[in-house]
């Protein structure tokens, strides 16, 4: 079993919805809880970071980390064309590295 | 800043040639790191090193050796490559910030 599991989608939603993704894990040592926004052929960049429990709201974004369900979610509101791209959850713990989770592709349709 | 730089952005080999992919970061950061991403795998990481002249493995390092040869650059060399070894590379760094990694735009490898 993977230490992060993430629905590799594709994900086609219209423009404007709202859009859940999420991960879940099974290693308790995560500390930091990160989203990545990748697009085709480019290297990943990060999007959001929680620390611990508890939400994290950066304009259309919300990052949600519940460590008792040991679940994350991110949320996009009002959804554009632009937010297409394959989202990686990450994660990381006592470890010196990111555990990734495999990414979900998502397409918003104008 | 140029960021996290990677050369060469393609390549193409046959099973068992070598070559040598370059990472080099103008950020002053202390860790660099190599993933592979395959599809359906999410990033895998190979080999890492937090600092200058130190390297460790990571969850796939066979087939794959590295070089830090200074705080910019980390290198990774395919003695022999297979196949298997068909992916997109990544380099990544991280500075002080401990959620927060940098990566380059990847080289894509065949390996025929």
């Known amino acids: 079993q993977k230490e992060v599991e993430q629905d590799p989608g594709p994900l086609s939603v219209p423009e404007g919805a709202i859009v859940s993704l999420n991960c879940t894990y099974s290693?308790?040592?995560?500390?930091?809880f990160m989203w990545y926004r990748q697009y085709s052929r480019k290297g990943p960049e990060l999007l959001m970071y929680t620390y611990s429990s508890g939400n994290k709201e950066d304009g259309r974004f919300t990052a949600q980390v519940d460590k008792s369900s040991k679940y994350i979610s991110l949320f996009i509101r009002d959804s554009q064309p632009s937010d297409s791209a394959t989202y990686l959850c990450a994660m990381r713990g006592g470890r010196r590295a990111l555990t990734f989770g495999s990414g979900t592709r998502l397409q918003v349709q104008p | 800043n140029a960021g996290v730089t990677q050369t060469p952005k393609f390549q193409v080999l046959k099973t068992g040639q070598s070559m040598t992919l370059q990472c080099a970061q103008d950020m002053n950061h202390n860790s660099m790191y190599w993933y592979r991403q395959d599809p359906g795998m999410g990033l895998r990481l190979i080999y890492y090193s937090a600092s200058e002249g130190t390297t460790d493995k990571g969850e796939v390092p066979n087939g794959y050796n590295v070089s830090r040869l200074n705080k910019r650059e980390f290198s990774l060399r395919l003695e022999s490559a297979a196949p298997s070894q068909t992916s997109v590379y990544f380099c990544?760094?991280?500075?002080?910030?401990?959620?927060?990694?940098?990566f380059g735009p990847g080289t894509r490898l065949t390996v025929t």
């Open positions: 290693n308790s040592a995560f500390q930091y």
């Open positions: 990544a760094s991280k500075g002080r910030v401990q959620y927060e990694q940098y």
